[in-house]
């Protein structure tokens, strides 16, 4: 079962207990109300709380989640509404939240019904969210042509794996937000932008802003002050040391297509941490400057086009052996 099925009526959320919750993310929210002034009023509401909705419409539930399923973490729908069932087609299931109209004359008791209603919402996402934090954290990085293939990667790679993977693509900042619809709608995993509080989840991409600095100790997403230092923005050296540092052996990178040198350092760390790293083949890339230069000055176990990166990948997540020494150079196929 995927992690996030779990849902039931609000109700029943402020049983839950919370013990070490570090995430401080905020749900995504949906909302699937029939009647038009309703929809208006909760949304107001739901914003004025400083939540991010991300869908919103008299759509009826199934139809709403087949659409934007994996754009939503938590759904508020009529309570006479909540669904029995979920679609089958939906790629994960997401929280779903009952709300009444009742009393709604009364407004600011309502109103603070619903407050109360959005904090057990949230705590529970939250709590959702703990329990799945990822152990084992891959990076994605990419530049110039990496896109379609890291799409590619994911279209084939099942998203009940017990992995995080964060996402460095050299792109302009009013383009990022595109990459988590990209991997939304074409794949199974959840893709989410690298938001301070947020954690790295299994089953989950995060994709790196390329505006603002992040780390992420333990797995938790911080935003620093300071830009992106060097040429490249997002950097994907610097993710690649702090995943490293954090994760030793438990993380990986995959470079795919792109210009420039950025990960050479990147790879030779985490290789000398006991990660593992595979290369994009050069024959098979877009623009093949990134993947030459960490194949000739980088570190790195297995070279080849994008279905045997995932067949590496997949043997790595089901072997996982100890690892000693790491070589230099590694398995080369489908062409330098």
Not at 20 to 31: D, H, K, M, Q
Not at 157 to 166: E, K
Not at 264 to 273: F, P
Not at 311 to 318: P, Q, T, V
Request: aromatic share 6%; proline share 5%; glycine share 8%.
């Amino acid at each position: 079962m995927n992690y996030w099925a779990y849902w039931m009526s609000c109700s029943a959320l402020t049983s839950l207990k919370l013990d070490r919750v570090s995430c401080t993310a905020l749900p995504r929210i949906g909302i699937v109300l029939a009647d038009t002034r309703q929809r208006a009023v909760l949304r107001k509401v739901v914003e004025a709380c400083g939540f991010d909705i991300t869908h919103c419409s008299g759509l009826a539930w199934d139809c709403a989640v087949r659409t934007v399923g994996a754009e939503v973490d938590a759904w508020l729908v009529s309570e006479d509404k909540i669904p029995v069932t979920l679609p089958l087609t939906a790629k994960q299931v997401p929280l779903v939240c009952g709300v009444s109209f009742v009393g709604e004359s009364q407004s600011v008791l309502w109103r603070r019904a619903m407050e109360q209603k959005l904090t057990a919402l949230t705590r529970n996402y939250q709590q959702i969210c703990e329990a799945n934090r990822a152990q084992n954290v891959w990076l994605l990085a990419a530049s110039a042509g990496g896109l379609q293939a890291v799409r590619e990667f994911l279209e084939g790679l099942d998203s009940f794996q017990d992995v995080a993977f964060v996402y460095a693509q050299h792109i302009e900042a009013e383009q990022s937000q595109q990459l988590v619809k990209m991997i939304t709608r074409n794949t199974q995993w959840r893709a989410q932008m690298a938001i301070a509080g947020n954690l790295l989840t299994i089953g989950s991409v995060t994709v790196v802003p390329p505006e603002r600095r992040i780390a992420m100790p333990n797995g938790l997403v911080t935003t620093l002050p300071s830009p992106w230092p060097g040429p490249y923005a997002p950097s994907i050296d610097i993710v690649a040391t702090e995943l490293a540092r954090e994760y030793g052996s438990a993380c990986g990178m995959i470079v795919f297509s792109g210009m420039g040198d950025d990960g050479v350092a990147g790879s030779r760390l985490i290789c000398e941490k006991g990660g593992q790293v595979l290369v994009q083949s050069p024959a098979d890339c877009t623009v093949p400057a990134l993947s030459e230069a960490v194949l000739k000055h980088g570190a790195f176990h297995h070279s080849g086009n994008v279905d045997q990166l995932r067949e590496a990948f997949i043997k790595w997540l089901n072997t996982r052996p100890d690892r000693g020494a790491v070589p230099s150079r590694g398995v080369v196929c489908g062409g330098e």
